[in-house]
């Protein structure tokens, strides 16, 4: 089977190279020490960060389409979610839609209708899943998803992102969380000095 | 026209002592401006005074070569001006290359409109109406330009988690930066707006006051002025969207990303 996620020698100048395939409805967990190149690792795949080597998407080279596009089926969700307005409804081309996903992640619809200052750093982080599982990417490149949740709240996310991988998303999950990443991770690395290490 | 009153060097002396009376206040209130002040004031009296010399005679050489010559020397200064402003560089030289292009599309194209249509000389690149006009035009480009591309390169940095984050949802660099780009060329332009609404009831332009003092009808020194701000404000507008849009294209890339790793 074609993988959905395939990276064949994918580098930047201070990570890499990476290999990696990650079939439909598989979440890889990866983890590592701070500063390891993890989230290099999630930037390098959305196409954020220059790079040599290529990735594919059920086949298709990213080259092959403007980056754009392969953001939007290769979502990249970052530990610390930016803001670009004050209002938290505009970052939500369909609001009703994300108030409803809002509140499967345990999140009061009216904090949509609020200013962004006014958000936790929890609220944000599930926020920022929000909007990403909106576009309804094809794979999902999660950085510390849970980070600052407690733990019924990373209940809650994990059962939206296993929804996620029920329906043939595949996942890079990027996270300190262990445990978490023994839970959602069928296959496992650690990343040692910006190189993925089997764990 | 009435006979203009000249001025000798005793009466510029004079007014000099105003500066002595800055640089009073500055030792008696600790403000310690008194170096910086007499050094401006020097190096003011020094430049118009070199600047006198050039025109008077690069207006009796008459020559295209040596008017554009001018004209590109005083470009290269503004350009090197605009560039430095910001604390945030574009690699390779970026700034110089972003400043340059800006400052002298906007001046030569606003300059060489008023030459050949409003004003008129003959002929229309004639140095005596060329270096000025090229050189007041010049000041507002570099103003609006050098404030505007330090608004960009300011907050291009401080914002890179908004503008990541709309990257990352699948828009495209134009419209993460539009925000920004939007706010920088706002920047660029309000200089020109305030001085255009304070024009004549604020303030008296310093070129209209000129040429008042000169001896000029006040009509036709406020006729003068108008032609003016709308030429500085065209060179100004043309200047900060000319800066903004380079330096902008210079942060990213082929695949959209935010390059800020072409800044140092």
Redesign the interface.
Known sequence: MTPRLRLAGLRSAIAGPFDLAVAPGECVAVTGPSGSGKSLLLRLI?????GKGEAYLDGMPRASV????W??RV????A?????DERVAAHFPDLAAAKALAGTLGLAPALLDGPVLRLSTGERQRL?LV??LL?DPAVLLLDEPTAALDAASVGLAETVIRERLAAGVAAVLVTHDTALAARLGQARFTMRERRLVPA | MKPTISLSASDLAIAAVLILLDGALSVALGLGLHRQLAVAAARMVLQLLLIGVVLRSVFALASPPVTLLVILVMVGIAAREVAVRPEQRLRRYGNYMVGASAVAAATLLTSILALTTALRPSPWYDARYAIPLAGIVLGNVLNAASLALDALLGTVVR??????????????IGA?MR?LVRAAIRRGLLPIVNQMSAAGVVTLPGIMTGQILAGLDPMEAVKYQILLMFLLAGGSGLGAVAAVLLAARRLT?A?????LDRLV
């Open positions: 959305a196409d954020l960060d220059p403007p980056a754009p596009a953001r939007r979502a990249y969700a970052a610390e979610p930016g803001w670009w920022a909007r990403t576009m | 914002e890179r988690a908004a503008i990541e984050a709309q990257l990352a949802l699948g828009a495209t993460a925000r890339d695949r959209q990303r935010l390059r």
